[in-house]
C-alpha cells in the first residue's frame, strides 16, 4: 500500500503483457468486494487465470453454487469477465483488470470514502491474517525456513523521501514481475511469495496524536459504574443481555467471539453453558473488568471493530454484536471483518438500538427525525460522577438488512423479545407491565449466516 492508493494482486492473463491498472472509484462496486469470498476469488484468478465455480469451489472451500453467486457479482460490478469455454453447466472466469485495481482511499465522493476505507481494512485485515498463519504455524515449507519473517523500522523522513523510497521498494519487486505473466520464466523451487509493505506518519507522534476513540474514552472514563448498573438496569442487565443468550441457544463445543465484550456479562454466560469464549473491546478500562471476570486462561483482546481484527479467518462459530455496531458510522469493513472470522454456515448474533423506537424517541423530543435517513445522534451518559457525550448512529431497517447481505450474510432470525420473565416489577414502565405482551421497543435483534 502506497499513501496514494491501495492495489489489488495483478495476474496473469497468458497472452503477454498485462493490460492498464483500473482505478476504483464507485462506492456500490467497492462495498461489494469487501467480502472475504470475493476477495477470495479475485486472489485465485490472480494465479489460476481462469476459473470456474466448480474449480474454485474445490479450492476455498465453499460450495460451488456459493461460488458462482459470488463470481456473477464480481462480474457484475466489472471485476470479472467471462472467458472462452462457457457452455451451458460451466462458466469460465477471469480477471477484467489482470494487472490489478487501485482503490485510492481518499476519493472526493464521501460515501466512496466511507467505502473505500472499509475496503481497505478489509484488505489490510486479510492480508495479516495470512502473515500471522505463516509466522504462527509450526509447519515449514522445504528448503524456506528462513525466509519467513518481518521487520519494522521508525525513521523520519519527508513525504517526498517516503515517496522515492516506495518507488525503490517497487523497482526491485518489478523486477520478478515479467514471473508473474510467464510461468516459463520461474527457475525450480520458486514459490508464490507475498511482500506487503506499510508507509505511514505514526500517528501517536503525530500533533494531538489519536490515542482512544471517543468512545473508548468514555467507557473508560466510567467503566466500574457502568458496568455495575447496566448489569442491574432494565435494558441491559434484563432485556438485551438474556435476549443474546436466549438467541445463540445450544453453544456447549461452540467457539464463540464477543464483539465489544464490556466487562463480559455475556461472554461470562455463554461461557457457563459450555461455550469456549474470547472477546475484545476498545476500552481498556472495561477489558481490564473482563479480564477479572473471565480469568487469564480467557483470550480478550484490546481491538477496535472499525480496525482489522487480530484473527485468522474461520476462527469462530458464532461471534456476538451486542450493541456496538451503532457506534459506527459505516457498517462495510466491520461486517465484512466479522464475516471473515467467521466459519461457513457461523452465526452473526446483533443488537442494535431498534430504528422505531431512536426515530420516536426523537419525534417525542421535539425534533425531526426522518426515520429513513442514516444520521448519527449524541447523548450524555453519567455514571459514577463521570460524564461523557455518546455519538450513536441511527439507520433504517432496510439499510441494516442491505447491510447484512451484502456482507455476504443470510438473514435467520430478526427478534423483537419481551424482557427476561425474572425482571423485577418495579423496573418495568408502567405501560410496558401492564401490557399482555410485556414488550417494549428498545433494541432489535438479527441472527444471521455467514454464506
Known sequence: MSSESTRLPPCSDGEGAPEAVAELTDARAMRALAHPVRLSLIDLLGYHEVLTATEASELIGESPSNCAFHLRTLAKYGFLREAAGSSRRERPWKLAYPSGVHINPRPADPQARLAAGALVRTILGRWLSRAAQVFGSPSEVPGWERVPGWSQQHVFMTPDEALAVQAEVSKVLNRFEARQHN???????????????????????LPGGTGPSPVAEAYDSFAEAYSADSEASLQNGYYAHPAIVNLAGDVAGRRILDAGCG??????????RGATVAGFDSSAAMLELARKRLGPETDLRLADLASPLPYPDGAFDDV????????????????????????????????VDHPFAITLMHREAGHAADYFETRSWTDEWTFGGHSARLTFWHRPLHAMTDAFTAAGFRMAVISEPPPAPDTPRELLPDFVADKPSGSFLGFIFFVLEAV
Do not use: C, M, N
Not at 466487562?263 to 457457563?272: C, H, Q, W
Open 263 to 272: 466487562s463480559g456479562p455475556i461472554a461470562v454466560k455463554l461461557r457457563d
Open 320 to 351: 456476538i454484536a451486542a450493541l456496538v455496531l451503532h457506534y459506527l458510522p459505516d457498517w462495510t469493513g466491520p461486517l465484512a471483518e466479522l464475516r471473515r472470522v467467521l466459519t461457513p454456515g457461523g452465526r452473526l448474533i446483533v443488537a
Open 183 to 205: 510461468p516459463a520464466l520461474r527457475p525450480p523451487g520458486a514459490q508464490r511469495v507475498e511482500w506487503s509493505t506499510f508507509t505511514e506518519p505514526v500517528a501517536e507522534w
